[in-house]
């Protein structure tokens, strides 16, 4: 029987090996976080908007996004000091008081679960090339 020989030729270069589908990876999950966050972000206004009857600016304006301490993004009041009284998680909450809270970031945490697998559905085509 003849003989034959079988070379392997290995290439080194690409994106697994230079770093590219790294950056790609990190690029898609911040992305998918900044997404997430910011459609919970309008999830909580829109319900805010719904709920309240007497709105003034200033608590609207104040819920935003930034980037959490922790990693990712968070959907915050930035502190305001009856943000809690609003969410109905303050001491003078019921039954203290009658206001129970409107829930605005509990309910939208609820759906915002429900959302983010479309969300980073949409967003992978955008990085898969680049990896």
Request: hydrophobic share 30%; proline share 4%.
């Amino acid at each position: 029987m003849p003989g034959f020989d079988i070379r392997v030729n290995v290439n080194s270069r690409g994106p697994l090996v230079d770093g590219r589908a790294q950056r790609a990876l990190r690029d898609y999950t911040d992305q998918v976080d900044y997404r997430v966050a910011t459609e919970a972000e309008n999830l909580v206004l829109a319900h805010l908007g719904r709920s309240i009857r007497n709105r003034t600016p200033y608590y609207e304006t104040r819920v935003g996004v930034e980037r959490s301490s922790r990693g990712g993004y968070e959907v915050t009041d930035h502190g305001v000091i009856y943000g809690h009284w609003l969410e109905g998680t303050g001491s003078r909450n019921y039954p203290v008081t009658r206001f129970r809270g409107y829930r605005a970031f509990s309910r939208a945490r609820a759906l915002i679960q429900q959302r983010a697998p479309g969300i980073a559905r949409r967003l992978l085509s955008r990085y898969t090339s680049r990896m």
